[in-house]
């Protein structure tokens, strides 16, 4: 195996100039930075491992890179991290000169990127590589296909909470009473000694429990 800097310009010096003789490369690339989206992406300075097959064809070489790479995100609906392994294959010709329609015509459609062999008789895979890679790219990845996401109230993860978390909207005039209870669940509630047959207050009476207590301890 190879292993290159973050280029990866294979020489074609090795490859005999006859229709149809080939050489195989075994590269382990070390990962330039931008290889792949804002929204997934190659992380820089991996190495990713290319096999790499460059055949003689009649107007070039025919290079042909497989590949397996780790793309790491983040999960548009929660934001932890996502990282999925994607395989791919990409294949094209590397034009020696370039490259002229026998026939032009209006309708013909001229391919808008060429790639050529470049100076010094080498194929540069990088743009090879990096049109497959965005192709990979999933645009809005996700932790799971059923992610609940984020409470838009307080910011948990839905998927730790029970399915029937919210945030009642409060009657102003009774947010102080709200606001002595607190906003904790029916188990927390119990938990704080709170029993969930308390005794009804009295018409009359005002329910400050938590004040009294500490006036009562003050008196100890
Ligand atoms: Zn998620
Ligand atoms: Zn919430």
Do not use: N
């Amino acid at each position: 195996m190879t292993t290159t800097d973050t280029t990866v310009k294979l020489s074609l010096r090795d490859l005999p100039r006859t229709l149809g003789a080939s050489v195989h490369h075994d590269i382990a690339w070390v990962v330039p930075e931008d290889l792949g989206t804002s929204a997934m992406w190659v992380q820089p300075g991996s190495t990713l491992h290319l096999e790499v097959d460059l055949t003689s064809v009649d107007e070039g070489v025919l290079a042909q890179v497989s590949g397996e790479a780790d793309l790491h995100g983040e999960c548009v609906r929660c934001l932890d991290p996502v990282t999925e392994t994607v395989t791919f294959e990409a294949a094209d010709v590397y034009f020696e000169k370039p490259r002229t329609l026998a026939h032009p015509s209006a309708e013909e459609e001229v391919p808008e990127e060429t790639r050529m062999v470049g100076v010094g008789d080498v194929v540069d895979l990088e743009p090879l590589v990096r049109d497959e890679v965005l192709d990979l790219v999933d645009p809005l990845p996700l932790c799971r296909p059923d992610c609940p996401g984020l409470c838009p109230q307080c910011g948990v993860h839905l998927a730790d909470v029970p399915a029937d978390h919210h945030h009642d909207v409060i009657d102003p005039r009774l947010a102080s009473l709200a606001a002595l209870l607190g906003d904790a669940g029916p188990d927390e509630e119990m938990a704080g000694g709170v029993a969930p047959d308390a005794p009804i207050v009295e018409e009359g009476t005002t329910p400050e429990p938590s004040t009294r207590e500490e006036q009562g301890r003050g008196r100890d």
